[in-house]
């Protein structure tokens, strides 16, 4: 496989500065570092884009997560090895990446479940992973980035 072109955020590499704070800001919001990276999984699974699939695979080994955690994500629903939390956390992420499915987006039902786990601090972190995420996919999945080529 060959990409199509140089990954966008390389040809304007000003890009990539606050496409990492924007990472960074995630990270500080107090919520698990191994469930982020589950989030960043399964959006990546929903947009088909290799290259983060690949690339949260790694993390979350790196992370110590189990091949179970891992292997499962795209079927939390039914997987046993899922908080609560977690659970709640991955259906926001998979409804704010689907908004224009769903008439209205996000429903009240997802978001309270979200919000009866994590504080604010908490789900901003949430959002700004599944955001940051989406705009990976829609810069690597139409260039055809190579998965583990970065």
């Given at each position: 496989?060959?990409?199509?072109?140089k990954n966008?955020?390389?040809?304007?590499p000003?890009?990539?500065r606050p496409i990492?704070?924007?990472?960074?800001?995630a990270?500080?919001?107090?919520?698990?570092?191994?469930?982020?990276?589950?989030i960043?999984?399964?959006?990546?699974?929903?947009?088909?884009?290799?290259?983060?699939?690949?690339?949260?695979?790694?993390?979350?080994?790196?992370?110590?997560?189990?091949?179970?955690?891992?292997?499962l994500?795209s079927?939390?629903?039914?997987?046993?090895?899922?908080?609560?939390?977690?659970r709640?956390?991955?259906?926001?992420?998979?409804a704010?990446?689907?908004?224009?499915?769903?008439?209205?987006?996000?429903?009240?039902?997802?978001?309270?479940?979200?919000a009866?786990?994590f504080?604010?601090?908490?789900?901003?972190?949430?959002?700004?992973?599944?955001?940051?995420?989406?705009?990976?996919?829609?810069?690597?999945?139409?260039?055809?980035?190579?998965?583990g080529?970065?």
């Open positions: 496989m060959k990409a199509r072109m966008p955020a390389m040809i304007l000003s890009a990539m990492q704070d924007v990472i960074k800001a990270q500080s919001g107090g919520v698990d570092e191994e469930l982020l990276e589950l960043h999984l399964r959006v990546s699974q929903i947009n088909g884009c290799s290259f983060c699939v690949d690339a949260g695979l790694k993390t979350l080994r790196k992370q110590g997560a189990t091949d179970e955690r891992i292997g994500v079927a939390w629903r039914e997987a046993p090895y899922y908080t609560d939390a977690e709640a956390a991955l259906e926001l992420a998979e704010v990446t689907r908004l224009a499915v769903v008439p209205g987006g996000v429903s009240d039902e997802v978001w309270d479940a979200a009866d786990h504080d604010e601090k908490q789900l901003a972190g949430i959002l700004l992973m599944i955001a940051v995420t989406n705009l990976f996919n829609r810069l690597n999945a139409p260039i055809r980035q190579v998965a080529s970065w």
